[in-house]
Nanobody
Framework: QVRLVESGGGLVQPGGSLLLSCAAS????????MNWYRQAPGKQREWVAF???????IYADSVRGRFTISRDNAKNTLYLQMNSLEREDTAVYYC??????????WGQGTQVTVSS
């Protein structure tokens, strides 16, 4: 079992920045890769960013160049640094952990609201 707890969401003005965190606990050595997803009101959950165990990263076109996924292995924490935020980035952001062969774990989500 893996437990994921997100934090760092809040209200920010357009153009601002936020740093989201995802603290992992439990069987973390079983995690193969991790993702950030988001879900805006009335929309389907959308993939945002991906990091492999080796540290390789991939981003959705909508956030590439503005968001950065990273991790601190000593703290068992995944991060999402979000810069140049836009109103369209308003959503609940979720952390996801992939455990082979096909198990996924999700956090409870953290709300990000971009508004003036």
């Amino acid at each position: 079992q893996v437990r994921l707890v997100e934090s760092g969401g809040g209200l920010v003005q357009p153009g601002g920045s936020l740093l989201l965190s995802c603290a992992a606990s439990g069987s973390i050595n079983s995690i193969n890769s991790m993702n950030w997803y988001r879900q805006a009101p009335g929309k389907q959950r959308e993939w945002v960013a991906f990091m492999t165990g080796d540290g390789d990263t991939i981003y959705a076109d909508s956030v590439r160049g503005r968001f950065t996924i990273s991790r601190d292995n000593a703290k068992n924490t995944l991060y999402l640094q979000m810069n140049s935020l836009e109103r369209e980035d308003t959503a609940v952001y979720y952390c996801n952990a992939m455990v082979p062969p096909s198990t996924e774990y999700w956090g409870q989500g953290t709300q990000v609201t971009v508004s003036s």
